[in-house]
């Protein structure tokens, strides 16, 4: 009959629980940025035209970066009447129009003018950029791994100090390894415009952006078995 040794630990079969650490910093892979597109009329169709004309000249001005930009999703719309100050007999005064869209760019040298010139847009807002890295960038395998040989490095010296050395691994439990920065999260230090009817028709100058680093965290515990300790 094989002898196993026991999860928990014998005295023939010592077991050691450790956890392993890693902590990287990381270039950021992807930049994220909302825009708010607005439009006011005194009546809903005049509203609805104005922001369908606007939000079709913000998509067009960002798809024109082709590659650059990774990915384009628009979110809410809405159409809200203003009552009138006291709102009797339900009168409107206008009509407030507000359509929600989301940018995603893997080249950051675009990414300056890109921002600037969607803000000097009329009524449209901008808010960003938020760094962050892909769900599939190697940065959390890494962290992972080095979490792992820290684990083990961690374990071996403490077998080390009591004679003994490791002679199985009976678990390793992920604690989980990720991006500390959300994908739109809000910005630490980003940049915020936005354009009114006054917008020029010269190009607006190209804001420089210094891309955020990222922090990837990752922790496991682990538990051995080590031989019996020279005490």
Not at 23 to 51: Q, Y
Not at 87 to 94: M, T, W
Request: charge should be negative; hydrophobic fraction near 40%; glycine fraction near 6%.
């Amino acid at each position: 009959m094989t002898d196993t040794p026991a999860s928990y630990g014998t005295p023939d079969h010592p077991r050691v629980a450790v956890r392993g650490e890693a902590r990287l910093e990381v270039d950021p892979e992807v930049a994220h940025i909302s825009v708010t597109v607005t439009a006011r009329g005194k009546d809903r169709r005049t509203a609805l035209e104005d922001l369908t004309r606007r939000n079709d000249t913000v998509l067009e001005l960002i798809r024109s970066y082709g590659p650059a930009v990774e990915k384009l999703e628009t979110g809410a719309l809405s159409i809200t009447p203003e009552l009138t100050k006291n709102g009797r007999d339900e009168k409107i005064r206008a009509y407030h129009g507000h359509v929600h869209i989301t940018a995603t760019l893997n080249d950051f040298t675009a990414l300056g003018e890109l921002i600037t010139r969607v803000a000097d847009l009329d009524m449209t807002r901008v808010n960003g950029p938020w760094w962050a890295l892909r769900p599939t960038s190697p940065a959390h395998a890494n962290a992972r791994r080095e979490a792992v040989h820290e684990a083990v490095q961690r374990a071996r010296e403490y077998a080390d100090a009591l004679g003994s050395h490791l002679t199985a691994l009976i678990e390793l439990a992920d604690l989980g390894a990720e991006n500390t920065v959300p994908a739109l999260p809000a910005p630490a230090a980003g940049f915020r415009a936005r354009a009114g009817y006054d917008a020029t028709p010269e190009p607006p100058p190209t804001i420089d952006l210094e891309p955020r680093r990222q922090t990837v965290y990752a922790q496991v515990n682990a538990r051995f078995i080590m031989s019996p300790p020279e005490l």
